[in-house]
């Protein structure tokens, strides 16, 4: 079987007109962008925006169902976060080289509040869970926290009560950075990287018999602090 020129020609033709065809079929491949994370508000006037399944009565904002792929910011003091038993849930992401700072993409976040409590929550497999800044006189108590990526509970605030949570299999369980006066009472952490890690500019001038007491003036006490990788407990002056 013989090639002639002309036969060559037309086979190379219909080769190029083929890869131009393929080219602007992969041009026209529409690209597929990431969802945006729901921003839910509870503003400081009392309203809420962004979702229907937290109801207020009073200064108690109690969710109504299961949260998916939300972050909840609080603009108001003085109220009451109740989970009711409910879940928050993020669906999981690579965070490599991103979590500056320490604590980023909570699913709730407070930044200079006063006065308020977050209770009776699950949130599980998010980036971080929790993340309190520039606060005072908050309470987190009864939530159940796992599976976070970067930091369950981050603190950095003053006069914060941390009692009676569950934190589990997250990468790091509690952060206190430079917060006055926290209490760390009657919580569960297990199966962490590091369970509580404290980073005090001071120590206090002694340690209470039956507490341990760091980050200026942290008390840590009755805890059930086990099987976490690298740290149960560690303190950073």
């Known amino acids: 079987y013989q090639l002639t020129m002309g036969t060559v020609s037309k086979s190379l033709a219909l080769v190029i007109v083929a890869l131009f065809l393929t080219s602007l079929i992969v041009v026209s491949i529409p690209l597929i962008k990431s969802q945006p994370v729901g921003n839910i508000v509870i503003n400081s006037d009392g309203s809420v925006t962004g ?35 409910f879940t928050l849930t993020e669906p999981p992401m690579n965070t490599t080289g991103i979590m500056i700072p320490a604590g980023g993409f909570p699913e709730i976040n407070l930044s200079s509040r006063t006065n308020v409590t977050i209770k009776d929550l699950n949130i599980i497999g998010s980036i971080s869970g929790i993340t309190i800044q520039d606060s005072s006189n908050i309470t987190i108590e009864n939530n159940n926290l796992e599976n976070c990526s970067n930091i369950a509970l981050s603190i950095d605030s003053n006069n ?20 006055n006066y926290t209490t760390i009472l009657a919580n569960t952490l297990e ?9 005090a500019s001071h120590l206090p001038p002694k340690l209470q018999s039956g507490a341990l007491s760091s980050c200026s003036y942290t008390d840590i006490i009755g805890n059930n602090i086990q099987a976490n990788t690298k740290h149960g407990i560690d303190l950073t002056a």
């Open 51 to 85: 979702t229907n399944n937290i109801q207020q009565v009073g200064n108690t904002y109690a969710l109504t169902s299961n949260i998916v792929n939300s972050q909840i910011e609080v603009q108001r003091d003085n109220v009451v976060i109740d989970g009711a038993g």
């Open 160 to 179: 914060t009560a941390i009692r009676g949570n569950t934190i589990t299999n997250n990468n790091q369980g509690i952060e206190i950075l430079n917060s």
């Open 191 to 199: 199966q962490n990287a590091i369970g509580v890690w404290c980073y």
